[in-house]
């Protein structure tokens, strides 16, 4: 008989990265309002909560991070400029954001990590099972990814992990996972986890990318986590530890994700993200690719 576990509601978003990657663009503009087509990357990414039933979202942030929660706030200002051009479709746009989900915000006062970003979503979430997606992976909403990993955690307990399998020579751009087989094609047990080993290193293919379901226990765990890879609290690290002892917060599963996701971490991955999203969108991708083709024909 399947066992029942507290149902999912919150998702934390760490978004107090200063984006160093991106800069100048992002010397005052958050790295996660650049735009992905003609919507801010974070938007994708709370979009990809609420599909998955989890209307509460908690955002941590740090300085020079207020137009996030500009974004996702009313604007009335534009809202009766739109009004009284009567223009319908911008004005829905622009509602659509501060409608999507019930939004809190945190501040990271000092930036040591992904593991400390989740920390700091202790006191908000509390007791609960709770989801925590990264802004640099958008996960296309034709390929539920989140709501798969809810069910996963809903069905077993513990915490589950998005894996997708990567080529050798990639697994230390990653935290990787040592697995094995469970009765389900998309579902593993985790058993091990390094971040970013070297490849000789690592225990699989398997690498982890931006989507967790987390039990709290996790909490308790990353308060006594010492500073890893790179000076900072891992979560890679916390993670490990509650899959060495499933005594602890219950197991750590991982479900296998072989769909679209679209890596914005990077310069170059950005612009292919823009491409292909845009290929993708009827009111822009047949003009597009027409456009691109000739491009592509012009250059060759």
Known sequence: MTQSHPRISKAVIPAAGLGTRFLPATKATPKEMLPVVDKPAIQYVVEEAVSAGLDDVLMVTGRNKRPLE?????????????????????????????????MHYVRQGDPKGLGHAVLCAAPHVGHEPFAVLL???????????????????????????????????????YGCAAVDPTGDGDVV?????VEKPAAADAPSNYAIIGRYVLDPHIFDILRKTEPGRGGEIQLTDALQQLAAD????????????????????????????????????????????TWLRSYVAEEM
């Open 189 to 193: 047990k985790v058993h091990d986890l």
């Open 70 to 102: 500009d974004h996702f706030d009313r604007n009335y200002e534009l809202e009766s400029a739109l009004q009284k051009k009567g223009d319908a479709s911008r004005l829905a746009k622009v509602q659509e954001s501060s409608d999507l989900a019930t």
């Open 246 to 289: 499933e005594k602890v917060g219950g197991p750590v599963h991982g479900v296998v994700f072989k769909g679209r996701r679209y890596d914005t971490g990077d310069r170059g991955d950005y612009l292919r993200a823009i491409v292909r999203l845009a290929c993708e969108r009827e009111d822009l991708g047949p003009d597009f690719r």
């Open 135 to 173: 802004g640099d992976d958008l996960i296309d909403p034709r390929d539920p990814l989140l709501k798969r990993m809810v069910e996963v955690q809903e069905q077993h307990g513990g915490s589950v992990i998005a894996l997708m399998e990567v080529a050798p020579e990639q697994i230390h751009l």
